[in-house]
């Protein structure tokens, strides 16, 4: 079971910035092709933003146009939780940091094999550790 991450906002304020919080606190969206990571394909580990937990791993990670960083499947089966959002007219699974839960993205059943899905992730809510 993955430990939990609680801070108040002004933490979470203080400890992000402005865009990180809008996107992990806020439940926001970065604009498409504007991310940091949309086109980074490093080895590597990506991690929360905001706690800093093991989300996806490179090898999972592909150009899926979206304009967003784009993964098949999340580091394991506890790193990420799942809610559905109906906001905006739409009905999407949104993604969330199992630890912290901070808004990572969505997630759409139009990924590649093996999994069929595609994480779409806000750079903002990532940091890559390489290696």
Known sequence: MTSKVTKTEEQ???ELTPEQ???????GTEAPFTGEYDH???????????CGAELFRSDAKYDSGCGWPAFTV???GEAVEEESDNG?????????CASCEGHLGHVFPDGPG??????????????LEEG
Not at 21 to 27: G, H, S
Not at 114 to 127: D, E, F, V
Request: glycine share 6%; proline share 4%.
């Open 114 to 127: 093996p999994t069929g899905l595609r994480y779409c992730i806000n750079s903002a809510a990532l940091k």
């Open 74 to 76: 999340p580091a394991s």
């Open 88 to 96: 905006f007219f739409m009905r999407r699974t949104e993604v969330l």
């Open 21 to 27: 919080y809008k996107v992990l606190r806020q439940r």
């Open 12 to 14: 979470w304020r203080a």
């Open 40 to 50: 980074t394909f490093e080895d590597g580990v990506y991690r929360c933003a905001g």
